[in-house]
């Protein structure tokens, strides 16, 4: 692995800006890497446990002279950083972003970029439960997706380089446009969480009922929601008010769905439910078939649960 | 660890029976342990991996002489096998269960149990996504929950029995009536099943639309639901069609917040959404503390998936 870019700036410093930074020291891909987070407390954090190479009081401060700056706050905070950079920004550089959603980081950030810079907006398909800076490990992105959604008339060199950054990283990248990439990810990430977030919301009202016997007879099922639903909740916020239109598109099929189901409960029809249960099996092999998940049972728990 | 009951049958050698037959020859609990399964393959393959001391060819055959038969078949059939077995049972025998519903299975069981035999319902809260005689492992049980749901008037030292060897097998065990058992597990299986079976449903649609992207770009979400999604489909359909009355009423309940909360990102509800997903994230903490789940990232994927 060789250097990518000279300097790279990280904008806020939670769970994916710090497995950046492990990563790009692992891969030796930038010479320095600088860091900025809104709250003192997080910087605070960053200088004890050695996340950044530099870590700045200023998102100006940390723009400075940098070939790549990375956004890495929650969508919604993302224009607002991007105009106070704006005029920071050094001739030549790139501008890229890690957020859930495209179309709206676009429409946010894209005014803001000055003439001479690069724009490049990326969403690394990776993550946990945990956020914070201190939450990051190098191995985050290893064998995951970045999609890159580069906007019209993007410097096909830039795009490479930043090709080359994720790839060192670890990723796996391939390039979409917006409108696409909220709509895959809309399936593929953001109804999940929100259904996930839903169902722990029912059983927690219901906890104050049975005096904690949801939480103590947890089972599969219930407690893997509860691990999807104790991700980052300003991060998810934003995204579920920045892909509205796709979530409540796919929100609309699945309520759909769940009615037919509930339906065929309700009428006693075994064999709607066998076949609808047999075919969702196969979609699992699929996944590990793609590499995208392990064969391993019980999410690895099997022997292993402490 | 030392003997509990002198023979032990297993009706049904699916992941559930498997896993208790590694289990009981780990803790040395019986002093033979006789299998059946109504598929002829399934019985072969238990002979050729060495599951069950002895695989018989009938159910009479298997619980002759058994001091313990464990009923291990989908919720569905445990009526129609209780029946089978019923006069071949040995006076002061004891008759349990591993399903996942118990009001049902008790209505369809008890019937069929002749004078002198003790009924003992029970359900150990523990799987994987996999299923068949070769699914099974000896560490399934450990640190898990087995609930037993004594019928009224049950002979106190047949449970007390029971329950040592529900304790040797590696579980926790407690006591609770069949409406209630019914009531929890909806919240904290049954509905969460459906609701994962249902989105997985909703991609496989999209899936033909999308051309592989769904399993592709399969993110964290999505890709957990697949997994509890992949559960076996008889046994789901049975606990659903034997667990209608509450999976239909927790079924009510997700759809009033589901609703609620898409109002939110509808109307752009941003205090709303924080706000439920904060709440939920304390759920998941409680969990952990519990000591049903760890506390590694990722379902534990973050270094190791292949």
Redesign the interface.
Known sequence: MSQVYGRVALIGLGLIASSMYWSIKRGGLAGEVTGFARSEATRETARRIGLCDRVCDSVAEAVEGADLVVLCVPV?AMGPVAEEMALHLKAGATVSDVGSVKKAVIEAVAPHIPEGVHFIPAHP??????SGPE?G?A??F??R?C?LVPVEGADPAAVAQLRAFWEGIGSNVEEMDADHHD???A?????????????????????RV?D????????????????????D??M???V??TN?EA??E??G???E??FA??RA??T?D?DL??D??????A?????IQ?????AA??????????
Chains 1, 2 share one sequence.
Do not use: C
């Open positions: 919604g398909l990776a993550g946990t439960e945990h939450s490990f191995e985050l290893d064998n997706w999609l709509l895959v990810l399936v593929t990430s953001h109804t999940p969480h929100l259904i996930a977030y839903t169902m722990v919301g029912v059983a927690d009202d219901l906890r049975t904690g016997e949801v939480i103590k007879y947890s089972a599969a099922g219930f407690r893997d929601f509860t691990r999807i639903a104790a991700s909740p300003t998810w916020r934003d579920f008010l509205k979530t409540l796919i929100l099929r699945f309520t769905e769940l189901l509930q409960i309700r006693g075994g439910l066998h609808y249960f047999t075919r969702t099996r979609i699992r092999r699929g996944i793609a590499g995208q998940d392990t049972p019980d999410f690895g728990r099997g022997k292993s649960v402490k």
